[in-house]
């Protein structure tokens, strides 16, 4: 089964707006984190924010914050006002237990912003 | 901090042949990681290191793909008579030995082509 769910394979968005870009993951285990990487065509892995299963409060870092719905199982990631430069693949990830263990990706969301 | 820093940036090699891999990670960081990624999907993972000492392999990783770390510092991933279905962008990471929450530092990749 699939550790990490992406089922937006592309997005688009107006420049300023926001967008919501969804994750959902399974996992047994009762610590875990969630992770958001951002991949430009450039081609390098730019990580943007991290949520840890006992955090209460949602992650939030500058334009962007993770919506996690614990019992949903689900980290979405927000990104607000939108900029050209945002164009890019998302990635979700997960790491479970609380060492650092490999990452588990899913397949990704290709966003783009119009002008 | 550096970066985590990878050599060679592209390589095209004939099928049948060997080619060597190159990642040197941010210096403070003792786990390293060497991901696959292919067009249109996110990261898989392939094997990890804590020091020199390999602590995980995939199922992906066949008996052609070797990985070493022998110093603890950089580390090397070779595949054996190559394959077409090799062909892919190959990622090193690095992390902190700190929590489940240090995320992985990526490097830009090797990307291989196999002919």
């Known amino acids: 089964a699939q550790k990490i769910t992406q089922t937006q394979p592309g997005m688009f968005v107006q420049e300023k707006e926001a967008v919501t870009l969804d994750c959902t993951y399974d996992?047994?285990?009762?610590?875990?984190?969630l992770f958001w990487y951002k991949q430009p065509s450039s081609g390098e892995m730019i990580f943007l924010i991290y949520q840890g299963s006992y955090d209460e409060q949602n992650a939030t870092e500058g334009r962007y914050s993770l919506n996690f719905q614990k019992a949903r199982k689900s980290a979405n990631l927000v990104i607000s006002a939108s900029q050209l430069g945002d164009s890019a693949m998302y990635f979700c990830a997960m790491r479970e237990g609380q060492r650092n263990t490999p990452l588990v990706f899913g397949k990704g969301t290709r966003l783009s912003v119009i002008a | 901090d550096t970066g985590v820093s990878q050599d060679p940036r592209h390589k095209i090699t004939k099928r049948g042949q060997n080619v060597t891999f190159r990642c040197d990670p941010i210096?403070?960081?003792?786990?390293l990681y060497w991901y696959r990624q292919t067009l249109g999907q996110g990261p898989e993972f392939l094997t990890y290191f804590q020091n020199e000492a390999q602590l995980e392999k995939s199922r992906l990783l066949s008996d052609r793909f070797s990985a070493e770390r022998p110093k603890g510092s950089f580390s090397t991933l070779e595949i054996q008579r190559t394959e077409q279905g090799d062909s892919a962008m190959y990622l090193c990471?690095?992390?902190?030995?700190?929590?489940?929450?240090?995320?992985?530092?990526f490097g830009n990749g090797t990307r291989l082509t196999v002919t």
């Open positions: 996992t047994s285990d009762q610590s875990y984190g």
């Open positions: 990471a690095s992390s902190s030995p700190y929590q489940g929450g240090s995320p992985l530092h």
């Open positions: 210096s403070e960081h003792n786990r």
